[in-house]
């Protein structure tokens, strides 16, 4: 049976529901409280440059995920693009992940991988034998001294908070590698959108059945004008925050304009106390298939997310995931509501994640609708 359907956010989690659900069938509305859709993935070209910017910061595109990476070609065609981020500490520039090149201009050693290997089994810490912390994941895996110049104080600028409170994952997002391989990323699959991010949430929700509604803020009280509501809004935020404010990182950007080539390279991290910036992102090199004279850099400054700001890193410390429990369990009482995304489950997700799990939500609404069954709301464990 048809269904009438709202989805809260124009994001890439609530497009790929909508688009699986109309293509089904339903009947779609989409609410997005911004002027545009494509969430904190939203491209434009810059008035000035014209240079294709990540208005809300640097998005590249990388998956293992065959779906995903399938899903997404469907909707743009992907230019080949290679992450390769240089970080500056104490005056030098160096490669980043750490890989060989990194540990031997770091040490001034010509180390072939093994030796290279031994050399940071030596470096690491062997009495902190289950890391928990980023703090002992750091010392454990690369020791102080690269720990010290690459990940402490840049850490510091991100989250506001020192190393030895933040979990071990935040740091395991990063791989250590022993040859001279320095992609950020370790998947399958890279690239960028030709034309953008916004052409591509454009086209994933240019469906019949999908009705979008920008600058339009849904209130839960709404709710009972839909069989089902997806909401891709802050978690807290639908219950009027009333367990507190769960919180978040924002990102301040600081706009450069200039002409040429401002630094050689997309993403340049700022890791030691000389910069109060995390790094500068150069977005045209981000477009290296497009010409363009001038050029558009962002300085990246991460702070608390205060009322009113564009939250983006949840910070999920074991105490914000207490505070965080108690409004899972009251997403649970809400019937007819399904929580998705990085928002709506207070989870640091990647595109290629989101993308991912709003496939398998649509996919759990259309197998309850065939079985008329309850539609969860999580179909995610957010504590998970
Ligand atoms: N990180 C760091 N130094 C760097 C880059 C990253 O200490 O030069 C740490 C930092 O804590 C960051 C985490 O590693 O939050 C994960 O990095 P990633 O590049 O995945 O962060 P994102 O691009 O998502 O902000």
Redesign the pocket.
């Known amino acids: 049976m048809k269904k009438n359907v709202a989805i809260i956010g124009a994001g890439f989690s609530g497009a790929v529901i909508a688009h699986q659900l109309a293509k089904a069938g339903h009947q779609v509305e989409v609410f997005e409280s911004r002027s545009h859709i494509a969430g904190n993935c939203y491209s434009e070209r810059d008035a000035e440059t014209s240079v294709m910017v990540h208005v809300y910061g640097p998005h590249i595109f990388h998956t293992d995920n065959e779906r995903v990476w399938k899903f997404v070609n469907e909707f743009g065609e992907f230019m080949p693009f290679v992450n390769r981020v240089k ?1 500056i500490t104490n005056d030098r520039v160096f490669t ?1 992940p750490i890989n060989l090149l990194t540990i031997n201009q770091f040490f001034n050693k010509t180390f072939r991988p093994a030796e290279a290997q031994q050399f940071l089994a030596e470096q690491g810490d062997k009495t902190i034998e289950n890391p928990v912390t ?1 703090e002992d994941q750091a010392l454990r895996f690369v020791g102080r001294d690269l720990y010290e110049a ?2 402490k104080t ?2 510091v600028k ?2 506001g908070l020192q190393p030895s409170e933040l979990p071990a994952s ?2 395991k ?2 791989p250590v590698r022993f040859n001279y391989d320095d992609n950020y990323f370790s998947h399958k699959y890279q690239g960028m959108p030709k034309d953008g991010y916004t052409a591509i949430v454009e086209k994933i929700l240019n469906v019949p059945g999908i009705t979008v509604h920008l600058s339009t803020p849904f209130k839960p009280e709404q709710k009972g004008d839909y069989d089902h509501v997806f909401y891709s809004g802050p978690i807290d935020a639908w219950f009027g925050h009333r367990d507190g404010r769960l919180p978040y990182r924002t990102l301040d950007f600081e706009v450069h304009r200039d002409q040429g080539d401002y630094q050689g390279n997309a993403v340049i ?1 700022y ?1 030691d106390s000389a910069k109060p910036y995390t790094r500068i992102t150069e977005h045209k090199h981000f477009s290296p298939w497009e010409q363009h004279e001038g050029t558009l850099c962002y300085f990246e400054y991460s702070r608390q997310c205060e009322e009113g700001d564009t939250p983006y890193y949840p910070i999920r410390l074991a105490r914000d995931k207490v505070q965080l429990e108690k409004y899972v369990k009251l997403a649970q009482d809400e019937p007819n509501v399904t929580f998705i995304g990085r928002l709506g489950t207070y989870r640091y997700l990647d595109m290629d994640v989101t993308i991912d799990e709003a496939l398998k939500v649509a996919d759990k609404f259309l197998a309850c609708a065939t079985e008329n069954a309850p539609m969860p709301a999580f179909v995610i464990d957010p504590l998970a």
């Open positions: 970080a980043l980023f690459f990940f840049y850490t991100q989250w935040i740091l997002r990063l991290n890791c």
